[in-house]
């Protein structure tokens, strides 16, 4: 069975400054995908980021950046210049295919962020 | 376009009534999911449908049930709530387009069962 997990329960990470959220997964797929998620105060879940399985290039979103390691089964996320608004929970997740077309996801337990002024 | 809507934002149940979380989405997709959010664990897919009247369990399906008339609402029923169903609920829908699935979560439903 896949599993994810986020090892570090809460961060903390000065303003401006950069700082790296570690996942880890377990899969024995070949095709999957991988996301980070944002759920601030509003506990509106939002996508920062997201990779493909099958591209080794690193996916990039303006600040937010991942470090993908397939074959060490890792996808951690580095935000760079972090701001306040940066504040909030992460979850990593992982999907692949189901075979009625749609994507079976996995939540990591997700890691607090804090960020200090 | 709102979206995807979920109401209401907050509820409390004492121990075996029902209700019903509503889930609407106005984007066209097909795809449809609940989700709990329970403190220390990630979300858990509860049930899903790839389109109209079709509805499959997910991954804690026990103690609900769901239906898919239209494209456009997914609700959720909790039959008789139980203290374990306190939790906060998460209605999302998707797409794929080229082979990926692109997904968008609703605001959130808290429901206290006492």
């Known amino acids: 069975a896949q599993t994810v997990t986020q090892s570090q329960p809460e961060m903390s990470v000065q303003e401006a400054e950069t700082v790296t959220l570690s996942c880890t997964y377990d899969?024995?797929?070949?095709?999957?995908?991988l996301f980070w998620y944002k759920q601030p105060p509003s506990r509106q879940m939002i996508l920062v980021i997201r990779?493909?399985?099958?591209?080794?290039q690193n996916a990039t979103e303006n600040r937010f950046s991942v470090n993908f390691q397939k074959a060490a089964k890792s996808f951690s996320l580095k935000i760079s210049d972090s701001q306040l608004g940066d504040a909030a929970m992460y979850f990593c997740?992982?999907?692949?295919?189901?075979?009625?077309?749609?994507?079976?996801?996995?939540f990591g337990t997700g890691t607090r962020l804090k960020v200090l002024a | 376009n709102a979206g995807v809507t979920q109401t209401p934002k907050f509820q409390v149940l004492k121990t075996g009534q029902s209700m019903t979380l509503q889930c609407a989405q106005d984007?066209?997709?097909?795809?449809m999911s609940w989700y709990r959010q329970d403190p220390g664990m990630g979300l858990r897919l509860i049930h899903y449908?790839?389109?109209?009247?079709?509805?499959d369990q997910g991954e804690v399906p026990n103690g609900y049930n769901v239906s898919r008339s239209t494209t456009e609402d997914f609700p959720l029923r909790l039959l008789s709530a139980a203290p374990s169903q306190t939790s906060v609920y998460f209605c999302?829908?998707?797409?794929?387009?080229?082979?990926?699935?692109?997904?968008?979560f609703g605001p959130g439903t808290r429901l206290l069962v006492l």
């Open positions: 999302a829908s998707s797409y794929l387009s080229a082979g990926l699935e692109t997904q968008y």
């Open positions: 899969t024995s797929e070949s095709d999957y995908y």
């Open positions: 990779q493909e399985a099958y591209k080794q």
């Open positions: 997740a992982y999907s692949r295919p189901r075979a009625s077309g749609t994507y079976k996801y996995i």
């Open positions: 984007m066209n997709h097909e795809y």
């Open positions: 449908s790839v389109g109209a009247g079709i509805t």
